[in-house]
């Protein structure tokens, strides 16, 4: 481990908590020790993830209007064929979004989190870590006429986030923050399962913000890339053969970043798939020698037997790496939160005692 991440578990953003204070409480009480950053948990509005994007950037323009609602009974989308369908009203050809509600959310968060810390409630060495979603996340439901209108989208997107990230960095001290980029659609739409999207142009809508938004961060900041295929409705959305493109998407944010890429995690398989070599094989490809690698193998099924299972399959194709929830901590089964978060951090430890 040369790089600047040499934790042995990563937090991948959302956690099952009431609030930020009582997920950073939460987080720095059972995880502290194991972590280089700690997420707010992503509570409220924001435990639907790009859901969020939807409602509160998207939504609300005037250039935006819904085509369809939500046919599910309560209000709520039950999954991804359920979400609003939105389009650019007639003639619309530019946009812009002047603020991102994300990234104020981002800094009212650090502030409790600077207090606690302050406190000493979380430990003095741990970053504030931010994830914020790609574009084609962020705007998956731009379904109507997607061909037409997601380029439009897009680019008033990387323009506000361009503009957002300075203001971040603004607020919150650059050594004191982590940021990480969250893609789920875009894994899905390279693999081509996404209905609504084009077939032609899937890597572009990654590769692109890739090579565009990761060096704008400044280089004392830490960032690192989440790749996997989502948990809406189920874990995950799609199972992928092998780990083949989320590799060739690391390989490229890595070479194309112009800075450090601190972290990536990576979606691990299915429980049934724990002993498949297939799987884990394109590990052997990835060139990521001062990243921190974490792998997405600890689910909320199968606990520590099948977290080793894993663990001593994908050590036959990388020599070194961490690990983490197979997504964020989103519509995970559980009797309660707490709970969730305490079997979480005794399954790790379980595994890390037996490799000391």
């Known amino acids: 481990m040369s790089g600047r991440v040499t934790s042995e578990l990563l937090l991948v953003g959302s956690l099952p908590a009431d609030s930020t ?9 059972h995880f502290g020790d194991l972590v280089f950053a700690l997420p707010d948990g992503e509570t409220g509005p924001r435990a639907a993830w790009v859901g969020y994007e939807r409602e509160r950037l998207a939504r609300p323009h005037p250039d935006v209007v819904v085509v369809e609602e939500t ?8 999954h991804a064929y359920e979400t609003p369908v939105f389009a650019l009203r007639e003639g619309v050809d530019e946009l812009r979004w002047e603020t991102w509600p994300r990234i104020d959310d981002a800094i009212e968060s650090y502030a409790v989190f600077r207090r606690l810390r302050d406190e000493g409630a979380v430990p003095a060495g741990l970053r504030f870590q931010v994830g914020l979603p790609f574009p084609a996340s962020a705007l998956n439901a731009f379904k109507a006429d997607y061909a037409r209108d997601y380029p439009i989208a897009a680019r008033a997107f990387e323009d506000l986030v361009a503009r957002e990230i300075v203001r971040l960095c603004e607020a919150i001290p650059p050594g004191d923050l982590a940021i990480q ?7 899905q739409d390279i693999e081509g399962v996404l209905a609504w999207t084009p077939d032609d142009g899937a890597w572009e809508r ?8 990761t060096r704008l961060v400044p280089e004392e900041v830490l960032v690192g890339y989440h ?9 995950p959305m799609y199972e992928a053969q092998d780990m083949s493109v989320m590799v060739r998407m690391a390989n490229h ?7 450090p890429v601190d972290w990536l995690h990576m979606a691990g398989p299915r429980y049934l798939r724990s002993e498949d070599e297939r799987y884990f094989a394109p590990l052997r490809d990835l060139e990521a020698a001062d990243t921190r690698v974490f792998l997405g193998i600890v689910l909320p099924i199968d606990g520590i037997p099948g977290l080793r299972r894993r663990h001593a399959t994908a050590r036959k194709h990388l020599d070194d790496f ?3 929830m197979y997504c964020g901590f989103g519509r995970q089964p559980g009797r309660d939160g707490d709970e969730t978060m305490r079997e979480h951090a005794e399954t790790v430890r379980a595994l890390l005692a037996e490799a000391a």
């Open 21 to 29: 204070e009582a997920a950073f409480r939460a987080g720095a009480e």
């Open 71 to 78: 046919a599910s009974p309560t209000g709520i989308p039950r």
């Open 181 to 187: 980029w969250d893609n789920a659609y875009e894994t």
């Open 206 to 213: 990654f590769a692109g913000p890739a090579s565009r938004l």
């Open 227 to 235: 790749l996997c295929y989502g948990t809406f409705p189920e874990w």
């Open 253 to 259: 944010a890595i070479a194309e970043a112009e800075r």
């Open 322 to 324: 961490g690990v983490a």
